[in-house]
Structures are given as C-alpha cells and as structure tokens.
C-alpha cells in the first residue's frame, strides 16, 4: 500500500456549475440501460513543452458506476475533469436514474455486476481511438463493491480500479443509515419498506441526502441542490424508483453474508490491476478506517483520504479526486494494454449467474 500519487497535470476551471452530460441507452442483458458520455478534451493548454508531452498522451476510457439511490449524474464535475486524458461513460444502474429496471426486475449486487460487465464491453467495443483496450473503472458505495466484483470477474475488461467509499461488508450499522431502510433487514419486509420509502416528499429526501453524505453540507451549491431535487421529482414520478432502491439495499446486505472465496474482502486479494482507494475522512455512511485496509488487501493498492470529505468525494472535493486518478493513471506503463483488441478476446471470464 502507498499513498496516492496526485498529478500535476493541469486541470479545466469553471466557474460554472457543469450541467449534466447528455446520454442514450445502451443494451444489456434483460433490457438496456442509460449511460451519460462527456466527451473527450485533450489537454489544456500550456503553450510548452509539457504541454506538448500532455498533448501526445495516450487517449483513453473510463466507466463510472454510481452509488445506492444515485444516479449517473454523480459524476459530473469529475468526469469533466478527467476529460483531459480520458473519454468518459457513466451508467444508470437498472432502476435508477433513467434506467428502467431489467427483465427479470433483480437487484442484486452479482445483478448489477452483470449489467456493468455488459456496459464495459460497449465501451471497449466503442470505434476510435482506444478501442479494444481495458477500461479505467470508477465507483462509489454500492457502485465501488459492483466494481471491484467486476473487475475481480473481467480483468481483461479493467485497466485500473477506483474505489470511492465503498460499500465493504461490514457487520456493524452505521448509525446515519435510515430507518426505513433497516427495515430490509427483517425477513418479508421489503414492500413495508417500499411503502414508507414512496412516502417521504423529495425535499426531505435531498435534505437527508445532503446531510448524510457531504462531511460539509453548507458548501454544497445550491445549484446542485437544485438539481438533485429535480431528479428527486422525477424519482418520484417512475414506479419501479422505490423498489429498486430497497431491493439493492437488501441485495447489498445479503452480499454481505457471503463467505469463503465469494467474500469481497477476498475478492480483494486478487486483483491485479492498480487500484486507487478514494475515501472521505467525515464518511457517515462507511468507516473511514476501513481506507487502509482495504488499500493493504489489494496487491497494488494505493489510498488518498480526504479531511472534511464525506462520502461522495466525487461531489465535494472533484479536483482532488480526479488527481489521484490520473496519478494512478499516469503512472502505468507507456505500453500497457498495447496488445489492444485481442488482449480482451483472450482473457474474457464469465461473470457468475
């Protein structure tokens, strides 16, 4: 484990707050989903030498996998910023966002894995430059457990793993989760959950949202409140919006039972690719401590904790976040994955049913 390298690669300003990128669906197994893109920019100008080096990077793919009751729009200032080096894709989970939910209407952690796995290959498979080459692959809370199964099942499909917050298995309840929401918990009560869940206006959801995820609440700008509780309305609006966040809570409870070697603490030990660990040091939805732990299990771990931060660092420290993740970036050999389309060809692994 090492601390996180942050690059000194010059980065966009805006003074702005960035509006959503536009997206499409993208099919996948039992339905299809809705993936955001923001484009790739190259390098902002420095007019020297560097800046030719930058110039000539290598152009590259990144995914990012939202978290429980997120949506793909989480990403937004983060994703502008790597769009320096990186082409960019963010995928609604199935049932949130603008996803509607799959076929079969499951929400289970290895259900998810199996609809990021089919989101990478429409990546990779992507025309231009950097077809065919594994995918930088970025997730938070729920969205980070999904990854790192993903990565764990298709390291062909991965290039490099960034964790923000996430949702370890743990057997201790964090006291900021809902109530509600503990209700999954309990065997047979989920619709209860359901129910309760579709009762609370979206103001207070975005309220409790903003308290409970931001280590800094006040700093948030209230343009992003305000497009939070847009999307709040139209949560409310879809009629599968509350199911599919109590069905994933509970799927992301019963993962946490699994023991041996589909444990996610085991999975950890066998990734071979480099892994970034993004945590929020006033996380109070998962123990910050649980950072280097985490970043000793893998074997190429790296960790960046952040002071003030909660537990979407994505949101409230982007710059930060994206530094690491170029650091890591940059850092990887020049002719890594060079190899291109047969290197995924050769090593595809199925994803577990």
Known sequence: MSDAELSATPLPTTAAVIPPWPGAEVPVRGGAVFVRRTPWTGPVDRGDADGDRLATAPRERALYVHGLGGASTNWTDLAALLAVRLDGWAVDLPGFGRSRPLARGRYSVRSHVRAVVDVLEHVVAEPGEGAGRPVHLVGNSLGGLVSLLVAASRPDLVATLTLVSPAMPVYRVPPAFSRVLLLLLVPGVPTLAERRLAAVPPEESVRSMVRTCFGNPAAVPRERIEQA??????????????????????????????????????????????????WGGRDRLVDPALAPRLAATVPDGRVLVLDGVGHVAMLEAPEPTARAVLGMVEARPADRDAAGPSVVADTRRSVRR
């Open 229 to 278: 509780l847009q999307e709040m309305h139209e949560r409310a609006g879809q009629p599968w919006a509350d199911r599919a966040l109590a069905r994933s809570m509970r799927g992301l409870i019963t993962s946490y039972l699994r023991l041996g070697p589909a444990n996610a603490w085991r999975t950890a030990r066998g990734l071979r690719m480099p892994v970034l660990v993004v």
